[in-house]
């Protein structure tokens, strides 16, 4: 139809996956969520895969969105943390304990996690050091993985 009353076509730019504003929707998808991941030793890469992407589906965010995963130092050679970002072409990105500590605000610390890294909380103080920017989901408990996920701050010009 070419009539001038009716656009049935147009584009968004969102990093969420169920936007489409128009029948016919070019998306435009910004990679700006970064996901802090942390894991015990050894987590073979399904579960990690498994838990970021049930958050992402939990907050309706498309693994097009994501620019980097974040974590500890010391996970900077974990096989699974790897071989996942490996898999989505993703880039790992390793903070120290004291840039980790560095990071202001408020996060779920765990005793556990301070006594063997250094640090209290690792997936979300890794998320928002990335990102320089604010945690968009808190921590999220998985067999062995805990994710979080921070927005970049961002805009888009025309």
């Known amino acids: 139809d070419l009539s001038e009353n009716t656009c049935d076509t147009g584009f968004a730019v969102t990093v969420r996956k169920s936007v ?31 838990a970021v992407i049930a958050c992402l589906n939990d907050m309706d ?24 970002c490996k898999k989505f072409n993703l880039e790992l ?16 610390e765990s005793d556990f996690v301070m006594r063997v890294t250094g640090v209290g909380s690792v997936c979300e103080r890794s998320a928002v050091f990335c990102s320089k920017g604010r945690l968009i989901m808190n921590k999220r408990v998985f067999d062995g993985v805990t994710v979080a996920l921070a927005l970049k701050d961002w805009s888009c010009r025309f």
Do not use: W
Not at 93 to 108: D, Q
């Open 93 to 108: 990105r390793t903070f120290s304990a004291g840039e980790l500590s560095s990071v202001e605000g408020e996060f779920h």
């Open 20 to 50: 489409h504003p128009f029948k016919n929707t070019l998306m435009l998808c910004p990679r700006v969520i970064i996901v802090g991941i942390g894991c015990k030793r050894n987590t073979d890469n399904e579960q990690i895969e498994n």
């Open 61 to 84: 965010i498309s693994i097009y969105a994501v620019e980097a995963v974040s974590s500890i130092d010391i996970k900077k050679n974990e096989k699974g943390l790897l071989d996942f």
